[in-house]
């Protein structure tokens, strides 16, 4: 299923896409966004022109964007506004911290499915944004979600205020004092619960901002299964790939190449740094993965005639590693391939994960997914 985009769209899709999705669904009244294109419509957006997003995200060269935490969520209630981190996304928000600068800490999440509105970011005909709600119709607003939310630490102890916490665009920004910025992010750090007060320094808080975290993010690939054996995917992260070469068949009779596109990890510690013996180095599972991908693409290059033959379009490799026991399973269509092809694939990925389980005391489960495609 997909949408079609305007040109002036294109720049959300890349940066900011929560942005467009819920834009589309304020314009054409569907929460969270339309299932369908409408031929001929107008676009939602125009050029850039002054929003906050500037200063997150990189719309000349899209060199970087804002940091967007997979099943992060912004919850605002009466009173109280909740950002919460899934604890299997702790790596994310450190990498995001690491990257901030001493004052500002900005983060977008994802769509919430807990709330039942949501704040959309609108520009009008002269380029400027404003603020809107979009709604779950007939059912009443109590959770507001919102996209992004900044962090600003440069609240002077002048201004008389335990902190501010206002609506941004389709997000939020709480400032406060750089005492209690560097106690958020020592917060982050120790993955502690956080709280601060909004209002005036005089009077009690009036509203109140929680950053916390929560179990493990586990919506996503709901309903995949494995091709070659229907093992079920739910809950298992995975990251696309969309810079991949492709291996073209040796054949001059098959138009056709094998192109690595995603990959799972069905089992890894939460931490990398974690996967080492005392006397090796951390395996990086992003490298593990780009070796075996491109050793399992010069096995099959060699075989992309009789893969095509057999109507096979995508196939999956499944790697199994830990310090004892090593193993690999490659199948399309429900079945594992056949013994035609092992030689060839012994010959490339055999050294590779023998080099990783060399270097990790603690079990990996990856899977590699792959296309073959015409060219």
């Not at 900005?106 to 949501?118: E, L, N, Q, Y």
């Not at 704040?119 to 007939?138: E, F, H, M, P, S």
């Not at 808080?205 to 995917?233: A, H, K, L, T, Y």
Request: with cysteine; hydrophobic share 40%.
């Amino acid at each position: 299923m997909g949408i079609l985009l305007q040109k002036w769209e294109i720049p959300w899709a890349k940066m900011f896409p929560l942005r467009l999705m819920l834009r589309l669904g304020a314009e054409y009244r569907y929460y969270p966004c339309p299932i369908y294109s409408v031929r001929d419509r107008p676009t939602v957006f125009y050029e850039i022109g002054h929003t906050i997003m500037n200063l997150l995200a990189d719309f000349r060269n899209y060199q970087y964007t804002i940091a967007q935490i997979k099943g992060a969520s912004i919850h605002m209630e009466d009173k109280k506004t909740t950002v919460a981190f899934p604890q299997n996304r702790y790596d994310d928000v450190m990498k995001a911290l690491s990257n901030s600068n001493d004052h500002v800490f900005a983060i977008g999440v994802s769509f919430s499915m807990k709330a039942d509105s949501h704040l959309v970011c609108l520009q009008n005909d002269v380029g400027n944004y404003q603020t809107q709600a979009i709604n779950i119709q007939k059912k009443p607003r109590k959770v507001t979600g919102a996209s992004f939310v900044v962090f600003n630490g440069s609240l002077k102890s002048g201004q008389q205020l335990h902190g501010k916490c206002s609506i941004i665009e389709d997000g939020i920004m709480v400032q406060m004092s750089q005492e209690n910025f560097s106690a958020l992010k020592q917060a982050l750090k120790t993955m502690k619960e956080w709280e601060t007060g909004c209002g005036p320094a005089t009077a009690p808080p009036e509203e109140q901002v929680c950053v916390r975290w929560d179990d493990d993010d586990r919506e996503c690939n709901i309903g995949v299964m494995s091709v070659i054996d229907d093992f079920p995917m739910d809950g298992v992260t995975s990251v696309r790939v969309h810079n991949a070469d492709d291996y073209v068949a040796d054949s001059l009779s098959c138009a056709c190449a094998i192109r690595w596109t995603e990959v799972f990890f069905l089992q890894t510690e939460r931490n990398v740094a974690s996967l080492v013996s005392p006397i090796s180095e951390p395996v990086d599972l992003g490298r593990l993965a780009e070796s075996l991908a491109k050793a399992c693409c010069t096995a099959l290059a060699g075989h992309l005639d009789s893969l095509h033959s057999q109507t096979i379009q995508k196939l999956a490799l499944r790697v199994s590693i830990d310090a004892e026991r090593v193993n690999y399973i490659v199948g399309a269509n429900g079945s594992q391939l056949a013994e035609q092809y092992m030689a060839d694939l012994d010959n490339e990925l055999i050294p590779i994960i023998h080099g990783a389980a060399a270097q990790t005391s603690t079990p990996i489960v990856l899977e590699l997914i792959f296309h073959i495609v015409r060219v």
